[in-house]
């Protein structure tokens, strides 16, 4: 990832909180063993937090590296969404991700004692 990306994905992430953009729990930069700590959860939860760089419009699409068109996502959900035959577009993946957390159904119940979502 180039530092112009590492960049735009720090400002995301402090715009946005530190908060992801789909699933809305905190997320951590750098410091995976102090996120675990703080939450009182393993470092193998923590890693599903760690920060990364979400293009709202992808590269491949016509997507540009501005601050417009990044946000801040935890990696479980980027990866879960890129995971997908066809990835849905980020608001509906976003209100897809939010009706499952209504539901108990995202993240595992070992960590639905992490803030709750924006």
Same mark, same amino acid.
């Given at each position: ?9 720090? *400002?995301? $992430?402090?715009? =946005? ?8 729990? &905190?997320?951590? #930069?750098?410091?995976?063993? #102090? $996120? +675990?700590?703080?939450?009182?959860? /393993? %470092? %193998?939860? !923590? @890693?599903? $937090?760690?920060? /990364? +760089? #979400?293009?709202?419009? @992808? ?7 501005? #601050?417009?068109?990044? *946000? @801040? !996502? ?11 035959? %066809? &990835?849905? *577009?980020?608001? %509906? ?23 709750? &979502? =924006?």
């Amino acid at each position: 990832m180039s530092i112009q990306i590492s960049q735009k994905r720090l *400002v995301a $992430f402090n715009k =946005q909180s530190g908060c992801c953009y789909y699933c809305g729990s &905190p997320m951590w #930069e750098g410091k995976q063993k #102090e $996120f +675990a700590n703080k939450h009182k959860i /393993t %470092k %193998k939860y !923590a @890693a599903r $937090f760690q920060c /990364t +760089a #979400e293009h709202l419009l @992808a590269r491949c699409d016509g997507g540009k590296d501005q #601050e417009n068109n990044i *946000v @801040a !996502a935890c990696i479980f959900c980027n990866r879960n969404r890129h995971k997908r035959k %066809k &990835p849905l *577009v980020p608001l %509906k993946y976003r209100a897809l991700i939010q009706k499952r957390l209504q539901q108990g159904k995202w993240h595992p119940k070992k960590l639905r004692h992490l803030p709750s &979502p =924006q």
